[in-house]
Nanobody, 129 residues
Framework: QVQLVESGGGSVQAGGSLRLSCAASGYTVGRYCMAWFRQGPGKGREGVARISGSAGSPVSIYRDSVKGRFTLSRDKEKNTLYLQMDSLKPDDTAIYYC????????????????????WGQGIQVTVSS
């Protein structure tokens, strides 16, 4: 019913850039809280960034380790959420997941997976030193 499909991952050298895309179907990007999570080798799933929905002006929150390097955006015409990742570091290596909630607001800790009802399949990002 609701599908989230990530694309844009791959392998880059440290300092490089990637833009992840999350194309949604059966779901309206811009109406609800959406987020990116990641899970690195030997690590649990952690929140990367999130953006609130249409209840008010969009509010974005970023994990401290990616602030100034990653940027969330969305294209409502394409119904797609993006994560622009610049100045990538080896520690950014992980499987990245797009997540979508059923509410417009984003609440709770950034790494809390509880608010998100829908998930993409995940996409690999590998950053070499």
């Amino acid at each position: 019913q609701v599908q989230l499909v990530e694309s844009g991952g791959g392998s880059v050298q440290a300092g490089g850039s990637l833009r992840l895309s999350c194309a949604a179907s059966g779901y309206t990007v811009g109406r609800y809280c959406m987020a990116w999570f990641r899970q690195g080798p030997g690590k649990g799933r952690e929140g990367v960034a999130r953006i609130s929905g249409s209840a008010g002006s969009p509010v974005s929150i970023y994990r401290d380790s990616v602030k100034g390097r990653f940027t969330l955006s969305r294209d409502k015409e394409k119904n797609t959420l993006y994560l622009q990742m610049d100045s990538l570091k080896p520690d950014d290596t992980a499987i990245y997941y797009c997540a979508a909630a059923a509410r417009s607001g984003c609440y709770g800790p950034l790494s809390d997976t509880g608010p998100y009802d829908y998930w993409g399949q995940g996409i690999q990002v590998t950053v070499s030193s």
